[in-house]
């Protein structure tokens, strides 16, 4: 049994190179049109070099899968991919978290520039209402102004 696990079918290999060079790909494709930072491009790229490593290197995917108790090695390469996708969504999880904490604070920012502004727009509106009274005032009724 131990035989019949060892060996992986050339199509499973085959078919995680290529699921991993297009990950690889399609992220350097998305951070050459900057549409993913590089910052998280690195742990997708790691993820798929990973994946890639493991499904080249038949005794490494072979000796981890046996180190952790599995005995069929395309089940550990799934389980590394899973872990990968686990460390990406603890990532991103706390990077929101940071983010909506920054957005409450820029809001609550604002909310208290707005507050102080207030009364300064409401002197300025005054001052131009009462000029615009003392102009009208000072036109005839025909709005000519009178001498």
């Given at each position: 049994?131990?035989?019949?696990?060892?060996n992986v079918s050339f199509s499973q290999r085959a078919e995680v190179i290529v699921v991993a060079v297009a990950v690889c790909g399609l992220i350097f494709?998305?951070?050459?049109?900057?549409h993913l930072?590089?910052?998280?491009?690195?742990?997708?790229?790691?993820?798929?070099?990973?994946?890639?490593?493991?499904?080249?290197?038949?005794g490494l995917l072979t000796k981890l899968s046996h180190a952790v108790g599995i005995h069929y090695p395309p089940a550990a390469l799934f389980a590394v991919a899973f872990l990968f996708v686990l460390v990406m969504l603890i990532h991103f999880s706390v990077t929101i978290s940071r983010l909506s904490d920054q957005n409450t604070m820029l809001a609550q920012r604002l909310a208290l520039?707005?507050?102080?502004?207030?009364?300064?727009?409401?002197?300025?509106?005054?001052?131009?209402?009462?000029?615009?009274?003392?102009?009208?005032?000072?036109?005839g009724p025909d709005g000519e102004p009178t001498r």
């Open positions: 049994m131990i035989a019949a696990a060892e494709e998305l951070v050459r049109r900057k930072m590089e910052r998280y491009a690195i742990l997708w790229l790691l993820a798929g070099a990973t994946l890639l490593v493991l499904a080249v290197w038949q520039l707005q507050q102080r502004l207030e009364p300064q727009a409401q002197d300025e509106r005054g001052a131009r209402e009462a000029d615009g009274v003392a102009a009208a005032v000072a036109d």
